[in-house]
């Protein structure tokens, strides 16, 4: 209690910090909404109810697709054994190395309208034009599940892995068969991890705003919307788009909440995980690993497409069904010009600053209210919740929200014009970064043993001295897994950057549409795979023990 | 002579428990006392608030004369033993005993490598610098943190139930060389238990603490034979507890609880008349469990061959501990 109070002032200005920060803009953007007539004007609309819908549609059948292809491959590599299963069971979360917008150009790249496999089946057939267009609702969906069945694999995976064999034995002893043992025990048992992956990719989903950009052509989601009307200069409207938009976002999270339930396989405790059951018959186990390789060529592909466009000189490729000249020109223009490397540079700075300012902010919040300590602990709760709130909310909620937070000069408001400035992105990147870094920070506190800084302290090291010598060493796992996390969301970001940038610090992704306009494929494609490798390079680095 | 340690009616109240209720207590220097008393007696907080680690809400506490009730645990000088022992994974053995070291002594890394050598001999680990402390044993972790404890010369030594960790098997041996080794270093120790045989066989005061409250402070024999309490007479040693009618029959005044020893029962051709229900063989004696009627059941101490089980018995106490109706 002694200590509370001391740590009630940084608390509460922590406190105030973090809600200037995340909450104010949104109450902002609230209050513009309620002003003038915008909101009549948006129940009038049907264009409106339309993108509105098509959000919430969108996003619950991406969470059906994602679960239709992840869940299955969980069960495959968690219960049965075949030759490469691990190699394979890796290389299965690789789309998770490919930051959204890059995703979908690939994807472009790849089963668009003059992609490899548009252009392969127009050559095989002779058709005249492209067999297809990749476009609308179906094209969304179809990224979506690309690179959000991971979430549902990795946690049903991870539920998988905590089940204790004996409870499945028991079932099988009381005479339950496969499919319900199946039924009424394995999947009551991970329904936790289940609804956690739902959750996860209903957001997701619902913030996705890369594919409805690129491929949703006539077809509007909330977050396309919202951008096009500000484009559009319809302010007061895009601020009612926006509250809509959170509101959905809020409304899905409380109900997800809802069903998530307690994890009950850790008041369990663990057993020893059921036994992977090797596939008996040559056959089958050819055909499961054929089936896998394949499947794992099938979620290469993209990336892959990616690199091969990348070596593609301007205007080599035309009609022909693979690139005839390949060469590494593109990159040699992108590093040898530096007003071509400029977006690239401006994409490490922005992400190094708003990473470093996200880990150091979760630093300050786990050392005021992270440890573990008996009794109440002051500012905890809001804290936490400030921190977490900008993962509730789509980023375009964010990005307009900052965007019309800072357009005025009301410094007794604590606003300021930095619309036009180059800080406004990276405040927005920063944002957006909390709930990573928060998250794994907190986690590395409360993972603390406190007698070890008691420990610490009894030996002589002062306050700061412990910090240093004993927390700091020992949240570095923590520390790096949020850090390299939200250094990549920031490196690859598009949704934040659509509405913020200013010429000055263009990011990649931006960059990248500008060259997909003007049809320079191979340099588009070549920031692609810088991407990819920096954002594989650090998820890398970030997971090292 | 002035005690070295002193605590002055310390207090300390959290939200559900008064964890130290007035607790005044004195050590001579180079003394061992143990701090006995049942789970969640207010020990551990006791060890705590002079180590710094909590604020009291009253009283003084005084370190070789001076009062470090304003010091932080930084500057109080107490070398600290945790029940888990709280060695810093991140660091190997040496860099553990090395920690309290750093900044401390001129002569620089040398001279600290060559201290940590010295303690780790102290404590039996010579040799084991470079090891990770995950990888040692419960017994050898217990040894790291004494070691890492005593390596800045603390001016007092406080240990948390430092052997509640080992198994069982290994417990004895390590309480014997705990024994040698503070007396070895002839430092002022404050150490918690709730096992009465580790408080008498380290300590050569106890003090005996039960819901904050201090009740008694002595030698083992004292407690023993002089218990100042009910719950001292009890919770030390084996004690048949008697009120009413049977205290009265006894010896008891009207209101008295009386307190019988097993070994100050004995069989004889008057007394309380029973029946012998059970005997426990320990090899030198047995414990016999008689029934004295009326619910009354007592453990007498007495020669193997005394009685038999269903024998009809008179028992006779030769010396009776008496205390007045337990306030409450
Ligand atoms: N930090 C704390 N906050 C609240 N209550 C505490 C705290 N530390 C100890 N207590 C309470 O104080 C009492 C004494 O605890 P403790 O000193 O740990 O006892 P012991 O070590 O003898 O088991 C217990 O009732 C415990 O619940
Ligand atoms: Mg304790």
Not at chain 1, 194 to 215: D, E, I, K, Q
């Amino acid at each position: 209690m002694n200590s509370g109070n001391r740590r009630g002032l940084p608390g509460a200005l922590l406190t105030l910090l973090l809600a200037w920060l995340v909450l104010y803009p949104i109450l902002v953007v609230v209050a513009e909404a309620a002003r003038g007539d915008a909101i009549a004007v948006f129940l009038s609309r049907g264009g409106e109810w339309h993108a509105l819908w098509a959000s919430l549609w969108i996003s619950l059948a991406s969470v059906a697709l994602a679960a239709a292809v992840g869940v299955p491959l969980a069960f495959l590599f968690e219960w049965l054994d075949f030759p490469g299963r691990k190699t394979l069971g890796s290389v299965i979360a690789l789309p998770a190395v490919l930051p959204p917008f890059v995703g979908v150009i690939a994807f472009l790249f790849l089963y668009g309208e003059s992609g490899f496999v548009a252009r392969a089946v127009q050559h095989v057939l002779g058709l005249e034009r492209a067999p297809w267009r990749l476009q609308g609702a179906g094209a969304i969906l179809l990224v979506h599940a690309y690179s959000m069945y991971v979430y549902f694999y990795l946690f049903t995976r991870a539920g998988l892995a905590k089940l204790d064999a004996s409870m499945l034995e028991a079932a099988q002893a009381l005479a339950a068969g496969r499919w319900e043992t199946l039924r009424r025990v394995t999947l009551p048992l991970i329904r936790p991890a289940l609804a956690g992956a739902a959750l996860l990719v209903f957001m997701t989903a619902l913030g996705s705003f890369s594919a409805p950009y690129v491929f949703g052509g006539g077809f509007r989601v909330m977050t396309t919307q919202i951008v096009a009307t500000k484009l559009n200069g319809e302010l007061p409207l895009a601020m009612v788009e926006t509250v809509a938009l959170a509101g959905v976002a809020l409304g899905g999270l409380l109900i997800l909440r809802h069903t998530e339930g307690d994890d009950i396989l850790v008041a369990l405790g663990k057993g020893t995980a059921p036994r992977r059951r090797p596939i008996q018959s040559v056959g089958g186990r050819a055909l499961a690993t054929a089936a896998g390789w394949l499947l794992a060529l099938l979620l290469l592909l993209p990336h892959l497409t990616l690199g091969l466009v990348s070596l593609v000189p301007y205007g080599t490729w035309t009609t022909e069904a693979v690139p005839p000249v390949l060469s590494v020109v593109n990159y040699q223009r992108l590093f040898g010009e530096p007003e071509r490397l400029r977006p690239l540079v401006n994409s490490l700075w922005m992400a190094a600053a708003s990473t470093a300012a996200a880990v150091a902010l979760a630093l300050v919040a786990g050392a005021l209210v992270g440890r573990r300590r008996p009794g109440r602990i002051p500012w905890r709760g809001p804290i936490e919740g400030l921190l977490a709130l900008p993962w509730a909310l789509p980023g375009t909620v964010f990005a307009v929200a900052l965007a019309t937070t800072f357009s005025v000069q009301h410094p007794w408001a604590l606003r300021w014009v930095l619309v036009g400035t180059v800080v406004l992105l990276p405040l927005g990147l920063l944002v957006r970064n909390l709930p990573l870094t928060g998250r794994a920070v907190l986690a590395g506190f409360r993972q603390l043993d406190p007698a070890l800084e008691e420990a610490a302290a009894s030996l002589g090291a002062g306050r700061w001295a412990a910090f240093r010598r004993v927390t700091l060493p020992l949240l570095r796992p923590a520390l790096a897994a949020g850090a390299s996390l939200a250094f990549v969301a920031a490196l690859g970001d598009f949704v934040t950057a659509i509405v913020l940038y200013t010429y000055d610090n263009r990011p990649i992704s931006i960059e990248i549409m500008s060259s997909l306009r003007l049809s320079e494929l191979g340099v588009a494609a070549a920031f692609g795979v810088i991407l990819m490798g920096l954002s594989a390079l650090v998820l890398a680095v970030g997971a090292r023990r | 002579m002035t005690p070295f340690v002193r605590l002055d009616g310390v207090s300390k109240r959290f939200d559900t428990a008064v964890a130290a209720d007035g607790v005044t207590l004195e050590v001579e220097r180079g003394e061992v006392l143990a701090l006995l008393g049942p789970s969640g007696s207010g020990k551990t907080t006791l060890l705590r608030l002079l180590a710094g680690f909590e604020q009291a809400d009253a009283g003084r506490m005084i370190i070789d004369g001076a009062d470090v009730g304003g010091l932080s645990p930084a500057r109080r000088r107490c070398g600290m033993v945790f029940q888990h022992y709280a060695l810093f994974p991140h660091l190997d053995v040496g860099e553990n005993v090395a920690f309290g070291l750093r900044g401390k002594k001129p002569g620089g890394r040398v001279t600290v490598e060559r201290q940590v050598a010295a303690v780790l001999a102290l404590v039996d680990l010579a040799g084991f610098e470079r090891r990770r402390v995950q990888e040692l044993s419960g017994g050898q972790q217990q040894r790291v943190a004494l070691a890492r404890a005593l390596a800045p010369e603390p001016r007092v030594l406080l240990l948390d139930e430092p052997l509640s960790n080992l198994d069982p098997a290994l417990r004895e041996r390590t309480r014997r060389e705990l024994r040698q080794l503070i007396k070895r270093v002839g430092i002022t120790t404050l150490f918690v238990t709730h096992e009465q045989e580790e408080a008498f066989d380290l300590g050569d005061r106890v003090a005996v603490l039960a819901a904050g409250r201090l009740d008694q402070v002595g030698t083992p024999d004292d407690l023993y034979e002089r218990p100042a309490s009910l719950f001292v007479a009890t919770f030390v040693g084996r004690a048949n507890v008697f009120r009413g009618a049977a205290a009265h029959a006894l010896g008891g005044a009207d209101g008295q609880i009386v307190v019988v020893r097993p070994e100050a029962f004995r069989f004889s051709e008057i007394g309380i008349p029973g029946v012998v229900k059970e005997r426990r063989y320990t090899g030198a004696a047995a414990f016999y469990l008689v029934d004295g009627g009326r619910g009354e059941r007592f453990e007498v101490l007495a020669a193997p061959g005394a009685a038999r089980v269903g024998d009809r018995v008179f028992v006779e106490a030769t010396r009776v501990l008496t205390f007045a109706e337990e306030r409450e």
